[in-house]
């Protein structure tokens, strides 16, 4: 077969297939795809959306989360990349790139695109995942100063969130921070009464501030609100 009329039937079939639907179509079919779970489907869709329109940055921060459900990182990060150079300011492609990056343990790549969600949108529900996943981040890094800071930025989306008060407890305990330990531990209480893990590690700091009465009482509330994990230090300070 002459060559050239092969390559005019190929964009033929190209021109049919591509003029069967709109990008906005190919988008929509995707995301009904990727709903389903069908994750290559949806690929393939949102490919063709971008074949009929490159600058359509939606479309490939969707492609990016397809291809993250499917464990490639580095391709969801590259589509990623791409919508950031369509919109800059686009939050929703920061905190998606952000978590590929975590994914494949590019923890600075990752901060840097969460503090750009805060700093793009402060006061938004991304924000609020940013700031989560930069304490839960820092937490892992044992950089306990920092991950509290974080952990202070999500209560003031979530005032009353009792494992927020815990966690940030916990980071001001490995700083030696014990009297705000117990003012986080009591938050954490006043709003979870039966929140074992905060009994119990108000407990640890009273013991580290030489309160054994104080600290028995909390680690016997541990014990009746089902936290079995402290019965051992329980066993041996408590007698």
Known sequence: MN???LFSILCLISSIVFGQHTAKQYKESGIKHYRKKSYNAAIEQFSFAIEL???MADAYIYRGIAKDALDDFTGAISDFT???QLDTNDVFAYIERAKSFLNLKEYEAAEHDFLKVTELSPNSRDAEEAWENLAQLKYKQKTYRT???YFTRILKFRPSDAEVFYSRGECKFFLEDYQGVIKDCDKAVENDNDNGK???LRAQAKIKLNDKEGACKDFYKAKKSGYK???PIMDQFCK
Do not use: G, R, T
Request: glycine residues 0%; hydrophobic residues 50%.
């Open 3 to 5: 060559k050239s009329y």
């Open 147 to 149: 991950a509290a800071n």
């Open 229 to 231: 994990a402290i019965a």
């Open 198 to 200: 905060a009994f119990a």
């Open 53 to 55: 329109d490159k600058k």
């Open 82 to 84: 791409k919508a950031h």
